[in-house]
């Protein structure tokens, strides 16, 4: 009884919190992600801190908690900076807010490299140009091997993961073996991994 | 028409793929871009990765280069539409049965048993490029140059790139 009276408080208390949940305009949550999309140079944690600072502390649209769920579940499928925008629109207006929020934080960045991509198939030829996109080819590269370096540290632990990581690797290059065949090989083997170790624990 | 239509289901299958975040991109575009279909050649796909670097968004924007050079302008739509689409689908449907997926241990824990095959496929991107695009001692100082300055300060990967770019203009690199 006293369980269930409990538990009817805390589910009252639950819809008193909804209510309380803020009526955010549609255009207010394309702007929001539109400006966070424009000035998030950086990518990647530079961009999800400044969402939170805007959408958790500022405007205070959802809990740090919520934020932290949300932060979970971006990591599953694609950008995690694009689905964290996706999850608070989501959250704010249901399905209808989450595309507006996904398409407000993408169209600065696609304005802007489309607009990049026309100059470069127009002018590319141009010998200037040509040169300067030669001095970019080689950090290009450095570049992913700096993410290289810090997936390792962060995901590549004991002697399942470096023989992962080690077989991948050769069989990328040496048997030139196919990216998406490596992925799906991957992902069978680190479901029955994770089956039996749970059977197993 | 046929050609955006194949267009979309090539980026609709990259989008359902798309795991560990935005580097796997590279090998995967790589494969199918360069080596595949030869919509692009080398050397325009690491302009394009430097490209994607000048804008906020994230590496998948890539695909929008991929998709401009493949379908022109209309390409490029489609390539980001369908490469985002499966990854929003999912992130629209787990935040509607929110509770349900609370406890979802074993699925983060697969997912999270995938990142080392991303890292091998990464570094073999970057294995494969570098061999095939680097040359001589000028290239090889500034990747060292710019991996030091990328892995230990926090500049942003933007302004490195472009650095890089004003050495290549102001020394006529040929």
Not at chain 1, 22 to 32: A, G, K, Q
Not at chain 1, 70 to 93: E, K, W
Request: contains cysteine; proline residues 3%.
């Amino acid at each position: 009884m006293l369980a269930f009276s409990l538990a009817r408080r805390e589910r009252s208390c639950y819809k008193f919190c909804m209510k309380q949940k803020p009526r955010v305009s549609l255009r207010e949550i394309f702007t929001t992600f539109a400006i966070i999309g424009a000035t998030g140079f950086g990518g990647g944690m530079a961009i999800v801190s400044l969402i939170e600072r805007c959408c958790v502390d500022k405007k205070k649209w959802l809990s740090l908690d919520e934020f932290m769920h949300g932060l979970a579940f971006s990591q599953i499928l694609g950008p995690f900076s694009l689905n964290i925008c996706t999850f608070i629109g989501y959250y704010l207006r249901g399905v209808i807010g989450g595309i507006i929020a996904a398409f407000g934080f993408i169209s600065p960045s696609f304005s802007l490299i489309s607009l990049l991509t026309w100059l470069y198939f127009r002018f590319h030829e141009l010998p200037q140009l040509e040169s300067a996109l030669k001095g970019t080819n080689p950090v290009v590269i450095g570049l992913i091997l700096v993410a290289v370096a810090g997936m390792t540290k962060s995901t590549v632990k004991g002697f399942n993961g470096w023989a992962m990581a080690i077989l991948s690797f050769s069989g990328a290059v040496f048997f030139k073996a196919d990216a998406l065949i490596i992925l799906v090989l991957g992902a069978i083997w680190s479901l029955v991994r994770c089956v039996y170790l749970q059977e197993h624990k | 028409m046929a050609g955006l239509v194949k267009l979309a289901w090539v980026f609709l299958k990259i989008g359902l793929i798309f795991v560990g975040g935005g580097y796997v991109l590279i090998p995967l575009l790589h494969r199918i871009m360069v080596d595949q279909y030869r919509w692009l050649t080398l050397r325009e796909f690491l302009d394009g990765v430097a490209l994607s670097q000048l804008t906020p968004g994230p590496l998948a924007m890539l695909a929008t280069f991929t998709g401009f050079r493949a379908g022109g302008f209309w390409g490029g739509v489609i390539a980001t539409l369908f490469i985002f689409l499966p990854c929003t689908a999912l992130m629209l449907a787990i935040s509607s049965h929110y509770e349900k997926f609370r406890d979802m241990e074993l699925l983060r824990k697969t997912l999270d048993g995938i990142l080392p095959a991303v890292v091998g496929l990464v570094a073999a991107a970057a294995w494969n490029l570098g061999t095939i695009s680097l040359a001589g001692a000028r290239d090889f100082t500034l990747l060292a140059a710019g991996f030091l300055i990328l892995q230990f300060t926090r500049i942003n990967p933007m302004f490195v790139i472009l650095g890089a770019g004003a050495i290549g203009f102001f020394f006529r690199f040929s």
